[in-house]
């Protein structure tokens, strides 16, 4: 048996705009051209509930049939549509337009819900919190699996789980320590929540150094920590959607009612930062040598180049008499070179006479 389960979650504000209608076409940028042909079955369908308290719409083309739904004392109306029915040769679209604006109201949270989040400050201790909120009014049993990063050395003694102000005591758990770039943490506890209650689960860490290797490119945008893992047996089916464990298709959570329903939720994940080392130290380094050398390569030259002269102590010393010594090498000279040219004129005279 092949499956294949793909969600995909789409934000019709930010979609369409102030327009709640879709279309698979709007969703998908095309149509459909058929259906597999390697499946038994291939259907649509799309859940029609809600058009029934007022936010009429309506669907084009119409469906081939509808399907009323009874799973866990909730009615669902489905509306289904056969896609092997379908003309291959052309392109299927389904499209649901409302026929007046839609009023978004309030989503009623679902009967278990949980969010995470990191405690402490500083970069030497923290804490990892996990909020479950039980809304419904009978307690409900769930199974919290969390693997943690090896770089984040969590201690089991350090384990809360606290609801109202009451600590609750685990009825299983199991606690697998990690091992340092070999293997994660891995901690899973059973826990009742009580009735319409919030519970909190707490667990403290220790920060670690890395070795500079084990650093992505971004280290300073920190680590993720993967989300947390929780099971619960659910007594109600109200807005469940999920497959049940004997059954493979959408159509067999038609009439499902069964004694206990499974939920799996997944947390958010989190980013945490740990001690990072000074990255740009060796261009640091560099910029510094190279302004060392450059300061001292001038001096350096001048000495080791420069022609000393020793000169007379009653000598004149400053620019004025460096001014001097010049000017009067210039005259002397400049008399060599007249009294050179007056002989070369009066010799040049005896040779004509």
């Known amino acids: 048996e092949l499956r294949q389960t793909v969600s995909l979650v789409y934000d019709l504000v930010i979609l369409g705009g102030s327009s709640p209608d879709w279309s698979i076409r709007k969703l998908f940028g095309l149509g459909l051209a058929g259906h597999c042909p390697l499946a038994?079955?291939?259907?649509?369908y799309i859940d029609i509930t809600s058009n029934q308290t007022g936010q009429t719409f309506r669907l084009s083309p119409l469906p081939d049939r509808t399907v009323v739904s009874h799973r866990g004392g909730h009615q669902t109306e489905l509306a289904v549509?056969?896609?092997q029915n379908l003309d291959p040769d052309s392109m299927f679209n389904i499209a649901l337009v409302h026929d007046k604006p839609r009023i978004f109201t309030q989503n009623i949270a679902p009967a278990i819900f949980a969010n995470r989040y990191i405690v402490g400050y500083g970069q030497e201790f923290g804490g990892i919190v996990t909020k479950v909120h039980n809304r419904h009014w009978q307690p409900i049993t769930i199974i919290f699996l969390e693997n943690i990063p090896w770089f984040v050395p969590v201690?089991?003694?350090?384990?809360?789980?606290?609801?109202?102000?009451?600590?609750?005591?685990?009825?299983?758990?199991?606690?697998?320590?990690?091992?340092?770039?070999?293997?994660?943490?891995?901690?899973?506890?059973m826990v009742e929540l009580p009735a319409r209650s919030v519970t909190d689960i707490s667990v403290q860490f220790d920060y670690v150094f890395l070795k500079w290797q084990e650093y992505p490119p971004d280290a300073n945008h920190g680590f993720y920590i993967g989300s947390a893992v929780i099971t619960a047996w659910l007594p109600v089916a109200r807005n469940l959607t999920g497959l049940p464990q004997d059954g493979s298709l959408i159509s067999s959570c038609i009439n499902a009612s069964r004694d206990g329903y499974m939920v799996r939720l997944r947390t958010e994940s989190l980013i945490i930062t740990l001690p990072t080392p000074?990255?740009?130290?060796?261009?640091?380094?560099?910029?510094?040598?190279?302004?060392?050398?450059?300061?001292?390569?001038?001096?350096?030259?001048?000495?080791?180049?420069?022609?000393?002269?020793?000169?007379?102590?009653?000598?004149?010393?400053?620019?004025?008499?460096?001014?001097?010594?010049?000017?009067?090498?210039f005259f002397v000279t400049l008399g060599l070179v007249a009294a050179a040219s007056i002989f070369t004129l009066r010799h040049f005279n005896i040779i004509v006479f």
């Open 40 to 44: 038994s079955t291939s259907t649509i």
């Open 81 to 83: 549509y056969n896609v």
């Open 155 to 189: 201690y089991f003694h350090t384990l809360k789980i606290v609801s109202q102000g009451r600590t609750i005591t685990p009825l299983v758990k199991r606690y697998v320590p990690g091992r340092e770039r070999q293997r994660p943490y891995y901690l899973e506890i």
């Open 278 to 329: 000074d990255f740009s130290m060796p261009y640091n380094v560099i910029c510094l040598a190279c302004t060392v050398v450059a300061l001292a390569f001038g001096p350096l030259h001048n000495i080791t180049t420069k022609k000393l002269q020793l000169t007379k102590a009653g000598e004149p010393r400053g620019v004025f008499a460096l001014f001097a010594n010049r000017s009067a090498k």
